[in-house]
T-cell receptor
Framework: DTAVSQTPKYLVTQMGNDKSIKCEQNLGHDTMYWYKQDSKKFLKIMFSYNNKELIINETVPNRFSPKSPDKAHLNLHINSLELGDSAVYFC????????????FGPGTRLTVT | AQSVTQLGSHVSVSEGALVLLRCNYSSSVPPYLFWYVQYPNQGLQLLLKYTTGATLVKGINGFEAEFKKSETSFHLTKPSAHMSDAAEYFCAVTGENDYKLSFGAGTTVTVRA
């Protein structure tokens, strides 16, 4: 059973389009995250949600809009895609903040042409 | 605020040799420290973590790390490298009430036969 799953795994699209990435966790965790990994493999937090409530929005352009319909799901919608949005996006979940391990999904590789 | 610095973006070792990956952290609060591994085209997997207590932490796949507060370090070691250890390794830090992991830039490990 996959703990944290993401769909799609690959996403190729043109500039200006709108796309969504879905994330689901079956671990019963309260906290979910979106991270962006750039071409140099640097990982940076984008959003954190706790019990469906937005906790962290790390200076992400407002073209990115996360949505958490319930504690097990955290989706990421991106409007007006730009070349610079090309990256791997990872969803993660944990029991809470602080010392708890974060479990990562397999990633979604987004390529904007 | 917390941050980590990983010294050495690439480490090349011979099979059977010691693996040493360096991580120094900066934190205004007691840190929780993590090492994650990322195999090609996969998500991140936790190797080990330090929260409180014993400063020598053992993880999966024969890895261990030592928390040294005086040196603000959390270096990762493995006595004998295996070909399967070739991957990207990330050190990360968070704090008690923090809802995000702050990652280092990563270290790519290659293992020579």
């Amino acid at each position: 059973d996959t703990a944290v799953s993401q769909t799609p795994k690959y996403l190729v699209t043109q500039m200006g389009n709108d796309k969504s990435i879905k994330c689901e966790q079956n671990l019963g965790h309260d906290t979910m995250y979106w991270y962006k990994q750039d071409s140099k493999k640097f990982l940076k937090i984008m959003f954190s949600y706790n019990n469906k409530e937005l906790i962290i929005n790390e200076t992400v352009p407002n073209r990115f809009s996360p949505k958490s319909p319930d504690k097990a799901h955290l989706n990421l919608h991106i409007n007006s895609l730009e070349l610079g949005d090309s990256a791997v996006y990872f969803c993660a979940s944990s029991l809470g903040q602080g010392p708890y391990e974060q479990y990562f999904g397999p990633g979604t590789r987004l390529t904007v042409t | 605020a917390q941050s980590v610095t990983q010294l050495g973006s690439h480490v090349s070792v011979s099979e059977g040799a010691l693996v040493l990956l360096r991580c120094n952290y900066s934190s205004s609060v007691p840190p929780y420290l993590f090492w994650y591994v990322q195999y090609p085209n996969q998500g991140l997997q936790l190797l080990l973590k330090y929260t409180t207590g014993a400063t020598l932490v053992k993880g999966i796949n024969g890895f261990e790390a030592e928390f040294k507060k005086s040196e603000t370090s959390f270096h990762l070691t493995k006595p004998s490298a295996h070909m399967s250890d070739a991957a990207e390794y990330f050190c990360a830090v968070t704090g008690e009430n923090d809802y995000k992991l702050s990652f280092g830039a990563g270290t790519t490990v290659t293992v020579r036969a």
